[in-house]
């Protein structure tokens, strides 16, 4: 368990200078790897053939792929150790209103252990003044173990995903095992960052009185407070005692509907494959039943049925209701193609935020947008250059900026988006990510 001590002392800033360093060791690996094949391998292919030639080449890729290995292990390690140095601030925060409330109402704080107690020459003769000391013991009491207990959490957590990243050896990396070893880094960043929202998802004082919690909010700085609101928007709205201004903020009502009936949609049905379509991708069906039935986003339809003609419509023609006729009959094309989707809300109020093709990358994304999969070259006549083919729901937004995403066709909740897109491309081919906000106009 954190001490008092331990966590009053503690520099959060060395475990964030950690995980820029393990950031920087991830991309140079990423440019070992890519510097390999494009300087080393292809050079040997046109100008050494021979035995030897073949020898040095497979070392090469040897080289190469267990640079994949490091940098994809490397990145797991980025989000737990970030996100630790942030969890750690807003506990040391939270113990130092603690302990502040204890000497506002004249009690003792011990240095070393935090223990708070009443000085003995304190004598309250009148009830309220006991009402009084007793009510700032308890609160105190309750704030600073409030902060330990998340600080503990946070640093467990950690401790566990640079644990599981270690036990992965990518020097045991062959050109028989390379699949199984991707698979099983993607694995454990997967978890890693998962843990990672789990760190600052303790933070929260879900055991404090609606007071106590109010005084904790208003006393983070803006930094904190936005980051809180992009990580763990659900547990914020549910919070007695967050403002109501706050809760607006999260929600963000003025885009016609719920960022968190959405968020909640797809939380609970993340792994639910009654409401997919059989034998068909649903990532787009998903994203938008999150819309309409979690986040009550009003359908656009024509009056007469069926959709499927329904060309500038968004509905699935059955108000939640099972299918009476086969997908893509009952619902508009838009509903369930992510290429028409993305046009149906861009064409309709929405707009784009974010972009991996522009320097700033995913920063601006938020919980409850849309991020979509365009091609940007042709894949071997399954896909072309243009296309959009995939849609996932934004759910979290780790405080290093990394997105969190949930799908079906491949489910996933709170995958995590930093690092895999060239993963994604050498399966799938170039393509760059969209993040869509949609706003209703209709």
């Known amino acids: 368990m954190v001490t008092f001590s331990q966590l009053r002392n503690a520099k959060p800033w060395s475990w964030i200078a950690a995980a820029d360093d393990m950031l920087a060791a991830a991309k140079q690996c990423e440019r070992i790897k890519d510097d390999i094949h494009d300087n080393g391998v292809k050079p040997l292919d046109e100008h050494w053939r021979s035995n030897l030639g073949t020898a040095a080449k497979d070392t090469l890729i040897r080289i190469a792929d267990q640079a994949e290995v490091a940098s994809i292990l490397a990145r797991a390690t980025v989000d737990p150790l970030d996100t630790l140095g942030r969890a750690v601030e807003i506990a040391q925060r939270e113990l130092e209103d603690g302990v502040q409330v204890a000497l506002n109402a004249g ?214 209701h099972p299918d009476i006729l086969p997908p893509g009959w009952s619902h508009t094309p838009s509903w369930g193609a992510a290429d028409l989707n993305r046009k149906f809300f861009l064409d309709h109020g929405g707009q784009v935020v974010a972009s991996s093709d522009h320097r700033a990358g995913l920063a601006g994304a938020q919980p409850g947008d849309l991020m979509y999969y365009t091609m940007t070259e042709d894949a071997g006549g399954k896909l072309h250059a243009g296309q959009t083919h995939h849609t996932v729901v934004v759910t979290s937004v780790l405080p290093d900026g990394n997105v969190l995403y949930t799908q079906h066709s491949g489910n996933a909740e709170n995958y995590p988006f930093d690092g895999r897109l060239p993963e994604f491309e050498e399966g799938d081919g170039r393509q760059k990510v969209e993040v869509v906000r949609p706003k209703v106009t209709w």
Request: proline letters at 6%; glycine letters at 6%; aromatic letters at 6%.
């Open 107 to 320: 009690l003792n704080v011990d240095e070393a252990t935090g223990t708070i107690s009443i000085p003995s020459w304190v004598h309250h003769d009148e009830p309220e003044e006991q009402v009084r000391t007793g009510r700032a013991l308890r609160d105190a009491q309750q704030m600073i173990k409030d902060a330990l207990e998340a600080a503990d959490q946070a640093d467990r957590l950690c401790a566990q995903s640079i644990d599981d990243a270690s036990k992965l050896d990518p020097s045991t990396t062959t050109d028989q095992n390379l699949e199984d070893m991707i698979g099983k880094a993607q694995k454990i960043q997967a978890d890693d960052a998962k843990r990672a929202l789990e760190e600052i998802r303790d933070t929260i004082p879900d055991g404090l009185p609606p007071n106590l919690v109010e005084q904790w909010w208003n006393s983070l700085t803006p930094q904190q407070q936005s980051e809180l609101k992009l990580a763990t928007p659900i547990e914020l709205y549910d919070l007695p005692g967050i403002p109501d201004s706050v809760k607006k903020e999260i929600d963000r009502p003025e885009n016609g509907y719920s960022t968190i009936g959405a968020l909640k949609y797809a939380r609970e049905h993340a792994n639910d494959t009654s409401i997919d379509w059989e034998d068909k991708d649903n990532c787009t069906n998903f994203a938008s039943m999150v819309l309409a039935y979690g986040g009550g986003m009003h359908q656009k339809e024509d009056f007469w049925p069926p959709r499927h003609w329904d060309r500038d419509g968004w509905s699935d023609g059955t108000n939640g």
